[in-house]
């Protein structure tokens, strides 16, 4: 759709004056649009903003995140003499695409179980697994469907064992198992203090940590959550290797647990600076889709991690390229980080102003 700008039913300039009216009332048209044509605002996929003053792209940027929370649609800015009124300060062409809407034809519940299917145990998790072992007490941050905490307590661990999940498809088959703790949330809204000997991410978990406040909150809460000198691990894609322009070669074709034949597929929708914007399609074999899910990842580069490890109160005890501890190189495709924490962070009182809810609808899967 295209020409979306603050107009009224009757064709005249809503807000004249006041930019945040403005906006609030072009997103509205835009609504109303989507849904005449049984879409919604979920469905969009890209924005082109034309702004009179680039100055308020920054104004524009928070209406936005409070009209559509979540992961935003790949976006561009442009700066412009005049629009189509005369006070008109804003105007927005967009793109959407109807069929990221309804997932009845594939549920959420369908979706959960197939993740295990797209991520057999392999190298990873033995990395982690032997971390888990030697840890009285461990905090799996984002973990999914709970296999890893499964094959710990299979294996013997006689510990406290939790996990943390903002999907409630994913939750209920890791609460197969009764004898871990699961609970519903995301990183930053954890409230543990002092409690675990090792915390983890796995799965590239905490590349869903996209801005600057939603890591710091995350990685408050989880320096928190552990004792003094616990430790942290995860992983993240080294954006060196620039993994996500394969991801588009890399369909699979897979059945589920139910014995349907299904494909994935995935589209990189955007790159803005390092954070990769895609689409995961599962379909039927010939092709038709039967849901479409969308994620942000950020690829953060050692140096900016490093920051961000630092400023929350943990040092890098290790850094390696892959899961056999390979060293790491300008070529590795992982930044597998183990940290211990060497500073208590700031109480849950403390930090409670700053806190911010990171989650997504469900755990995805990006292709290696």
């Known amino acids: 759709m295209a020409g979306q700008g603050p107009i009224s039913a009757d064709g005249g300039l809503v807000g004249e004056g006041d930019f945040e009216v403005?906006?609030?009332?072009?997103?509205?048209?835009?609504?109303t649009v989507l849904e005449q044509a049984g879409a919604s605002m979920e469905s969009l996929v890209k924005l082109t903003v034309y702004l009179t003053d680039m100055g308020r792209l920054r104004d524009y940027g928070r209406i936005r995140g409070e009209v559509l929370p979540g992961p935003p649609p790949a976006?561009?800015?442009?700066?412009?003499?005049?629009?189509?009124l005369p006070g008109m300060m804003i105007e927005v062409d967009a793109i959407a695409a109807s069929r990221l809407i309804p997932r009845g034809m594939y549920s959420d519940e369908d979706a959960a179980a197939l993740y295990d299917?797209?991520?057999?145990?392999?190298?990873?998790?033995?990395?982690?697994?032997?971390?888990v072992m030697d840890?009285?007490?461990?905090?799996?941050?984002?973990?999914g469907t709970g296999a890893l905490l499964h094959r710990a307590r299979e294996s013997g661990h006689p510990g406290r064992l939790c996990g943390v999940d903002p999907d409630p498809a994913s939750l209920r088959v890791a609460r197969r198992r009764t004898n871990i703790e699961w609970?519903?949330?995301?990183?930053?809204?954890?409230?543990?203090?002092?409690?675990?000997?090792?915390?983890?991410?796995?799965?590239?978990?905490?590349?869903?940590?996209?801005?600057?406040?939603?890591?710091?909150?995350?990685?408050?809460?989880?320096?928190?959550?552990?004792?003094?000198?616990?430790?942290?691990?995860?992983e993240t894609r080294n954006p060196l290797a620039r993994a996500w322009e394969r991801w588009p070669e890399l369909a699979m074709d897979v059945v589920d647990p139910s014995g349907r034949p299904v494909r994935i597929s995935y589209d990189v929708e955007s790159v803005v600076g390092d954070v990769?914007?895609?689409?995961?399609?599962?379909?039927?074999?010939?092709?038709?889709?039967?849901?479409?899910?969308?994620?942000?990842?950020?690829?953060?580069?050692?140096?900016?991690?490093?920051g961000f490890l630092a400023d929350a109160g943990f040092e890098i005890e290790a850094q390696y390229g892959g899961w056999l501890r390979?060293?790491?190189?300008?070529?590795?495709?992982?930044?597998?980080?183990?940290?211990?924490?060497?500073?208590?962070p700031a109480s849950r009182s403390d930090a409670a102003r700053h806190r911010v809810l990171v989650g997504r609808p469900r755990r995805m899967r990006a292709p290696e």
């Open 183 to 234: 609970v519903a949330g995301t990183a930053a809204s954890m409230a543990w203090e002092n409690e675990f000997d090792l915390a983890i991410m796995i799965g590239h978990a905490f590349q869903a940590l996209v801005g600057d406040d939603e890591v710091r909150a995350s990685l408050a809460a989880i320096g928190r959550a552990l004792v003094d000198g616990g430790r942290f691990a995860f």
């Open 326 to 344: 390979e060293a790491l190189d300008s070529t590795s495709p992982e930044i597998v980080t183990v940290a211990r924490t060497t500073r208590r």
């Open 276 to 306: 990769v914007t895609f689409t995961e399609t599962t379909s039927d074999p010939d092709g038709t889709p039967l849901r479409v899910d969308r994620a942000s990842l950020r690829f953060l580069d050692l140096d900016t991690l490093g």
């Open 117 to 131: 299917v797209l991520n057999p145990w392999g190298p990873s998790d033995d990395f982690y697994l032997a971390l």
């Open 22 to 31: 403005q906006v609030r009332q072009t997103f509205e048209c835009m609504r």
């Open 135 to 143: 840890a009285a007490s461990v905090l799996d941050v984002g973990c």
């Open 75 to 84: 976006s561009t800015a442009i700066q412009v003499g005049s629009l189509a």
